[in-house]
């Protein structure tokens, strides 16, 4: 295939309300009733219902990517259960001068498995508390890239300034301390039409 | 409405292609170890049946550092959508649970690790996906229920 040239925008320019609409995105309702019946033998009949959602930004280690933990609470069970799932650069920082990048969402687990007791020696995966790996989720091949290329816009040249500007929260993870930040917490008391919107 | 072609008339060189580029970024490990690169590599059999309850293809891949080497062994699902489609590890769709372990996977296939512009590209562009001007494709008919063998090679320097 001849290599096309495009412009990309670097993940850490996503700001927290895209990240927010690339959750709501992926956690639709099929993939909410995968996990749901994934709680089957814990809880039978498990509806894809939740009342409790919080999206997290997490220190992915390396400075091309983070990871996005999402907590769950299902209306029918009686703890909160996490999936999630990392965002990399593809190729090393500085190299996004020319704009030529692709980036990868995938599995946490299955990012950090192969440096895991090689780079990192005590193991890192299990490390972010993912219950529900990225893995267990159907997620359509071009639904996935429509909504990167048309709703973020992560390949189309002349956006506006602020769309190629760095999201600092993202860049200070793993500053100073700073391991995580939560980009959106609702519940059903305070949001009803929020966890309205996303879990039907 | 939008329709795409069936994965179930990928050609044999289409599904060999579809290998290579899934083989190269889902990045199985073993034990640790990332998957070798084809340059390391010097066995691979690719087999596929049917999904059959579900329109898709069953991918089992086995290689090997050297020829007579264990064999390791990598599976996913290839399946169509409506109107799209996705790849699940096939130890994720649960109707596959009964052969899951004849399969004899000893590579965990992260298979939505995946650079998202490149993948989308290969679908769209090489293997013509969303391109109706083209049909009609033919079902694969060497796809059936029974594993068949598209490639086993031996890869010599």
């Known amino acids: 295939m001849e290599a096309v040239k495009y412009y990309s925008r670097d993940i850490f320019t996503l700001t927290n309300e895209e990240i927010i609409k690339l959750v709501d995105m992926i956690l639709v309702n099929y993939n909410l009733d995968r996990i749901a019946h994934s709680l089957y033998q814990e809880r039978p009949s498990l509806s894809r219902e939740i009342n409790y959602r919080k999206i997290e930004a997490i220190n992915g ?140 | 409405m939008e329709r795409i072609r069936s994965i179930l008339t990928l050609t044999d060189d289409e599904i060999i292609s579809t290998v290579d580029l899934l083989l190269k970024i889902s990045r199985p490990v073993i034990d640790g170890v990332e998957l070798m690169s084809s340059g390391d590599m010097r066995y691979r059999k690719i087999e596929v049946k049917s999904a059959e309850i579900v329109p898709g293809i069953i991918f089992r891949i086995s290689y090997a550092e050297e020829v007579n080497s264990k064999k390791d062994v990598v599976s996913f699902i290839l399946e169509d959508g409506i109107n799209d489609i996705f790849i699940l590890p096939v130890n994720r769709a649960r109707y596959t649970a009964d052969f899951v372990n004849p399969l004899n996977i000893t590579s965990n296939f992260a298979g939505i690790d995946q650079p998202v512009r490149e993948v989308y590209m290969f679908f769209a562009e090489n293997l013509q996906l969303w391109n109706l001007s083209i049909v009609p494709f033919s079902i694969n008919n060497n796809i059936k229920d029974d594993w068949y063998t598209v490639e086993e090679k031996i890869i010599i320097d």
């Open chain 1, 61 to 200: 280690l390396y400075e091309f990517a983070y990871v996005i933990k999402v907590t769950l609470g299902f209306e029918d069970l009686g703890r909160k259960i996490t999936t999630g799932f990392v965002l990399s650069n593809e190729g090393a920082p500085g190299d996004n001068e020319i704009y030529e990048g692709d980036f990868y969402i995938g599995s946490v687990l299955g990012f950090y498995q192969p440096f895991e007791h090689v780079v990192h020696l005590n193991g890192t995966g299990k490390g972010f508390g993912i219950d529900f790996d990225y893995s267990h989720l159907i997620v359509y091949t071009k639904r996935l890239y429509q909504f990167f290329n048309d709703t973020l816009r992560l390949w189309s040249s002349n956006l506006s300034p602020d769309k190629y500007q760095y999201n600092q929260h993202l860049l200070d993870l793993g500053k100073e301390n700073i391991q995580e930040y939560v980009i959106e917490e609702v519940d059903n008391i305070n949001q009803p039409e929020r966890i309205a919107a996303i879990s039907k």
